[in-house]
């Protein structure tokens, strides 16, 4: 099982970044999919979700309205696409795969936001 992210760096304040996480390993297509982050000396936190079929969505509050998740299922994708992004928005952003019986986490992609 992989779940690999990629697309991360740095952001410009106001700018945009879109991650994508290519899974492989399981049942991609029947599978929840959200995002995750983790800045600097906090918890690991929502930031959104994706059911199997991408028919529902939801976001964290802090990132409602700039940012948009989507998924492929044909080639076993999900993406976050990040948009007027803030200093905050800075944080190791983590893919994440759950159904029944099964959690998988990636390694992780550094996204930061700076001028």
């Known amino acids: 099982v992989q779940l690999v992210e990629s697309g991360g760096g740095l952001g410009q304040p106001g700018g945009s970044l879109r991650l994508s996480c290519v899974a492989s390993g399981f049942g991609f297509s029947s599978s929840g999919m959200t995002w995750h982050r983790q800045g600097p000396g906090t918890e690991r936190e929502f930031v959104a979700a994706i059911d199997s079929t991408g028919g529902t969505k939801n976001y964290a509050n802090d990132v409602k309205g700039r940012f948009a998740i989507s998924r492929d299922n044909a080639k076993n994708t999900v993406y976050l696409q990040m948009n007027s992004l803030k200093r905050e928005d800075t944080a190791v952003y983590y893919c994440?795969?759950?159904?029944?019986?099964?959690?998988?986490w990636g390694q992780g992609t550094q996204v930061t936001v700076s001028s």
């Open positions: 994440h795969a759950w159904g029944r019986g099964y959690d998988y």
